[in-house]
Nanobody
């Protein structure tokens, strides 16, 4: 079965940290660019951070620059999102998605054209609250 499975969400205090994981099964993640997206209640889904298939290029939304770090371990078929200095506005459901490396021209496009993604996870809930 071809799927992405997110884990690592939960409750964190403002200023705290969480590390999300995105594990792929049924396909080889190294051929895919990866995006992390989030959706807060009543808001549209937005691209948070994206990474190229090789890991050489990373893109971040302005709202998370300097606080979040995206990474991947192709040997483990897994991508990660390290989230530090969390704020209440970071709360939402976080999804990882994968798009074949040849489908979009840039990693920036991966974070914007979410309708082009090949695979989506079901999401993991992140709640930042004291």
């Amino acid at each position: 079965q071809l799927q992405l499975v997110e884990s690592g969400g939960g409750l964190a205090q403002p200023g705290g940290s969480l590390r999300l994981s995105c594990a792929a099964s049924g396909f080889t993640l190294e051929y895919y660019d990866i995006g992390w997206f989030r959706q807060a209640p009543g808001k549209e889904r937005e691209g948070v951070s994206c990474i190229s298939h090789s890991g050489g290029t990373e893109v971040y939304a302005d709202s998370v620059k300097g606080r979040f770090t995206i990474s991947r371990d192709n040997a483990k078929n897994t991508a990660y999102l390290q989230m530090n200095s969390l704020k209440s506005e970071d709360s939402g459901v976080y999804y990882c998605a994968a798009v074949h490396r040849l489908r979009l021209p840039t990693v920036q496009a991966v974070c914007v054209k979410d309708n082009a993604m090949d695979y989506w996870g079901k999401g993991t809930l992140v709640t930042v609250s004291s």
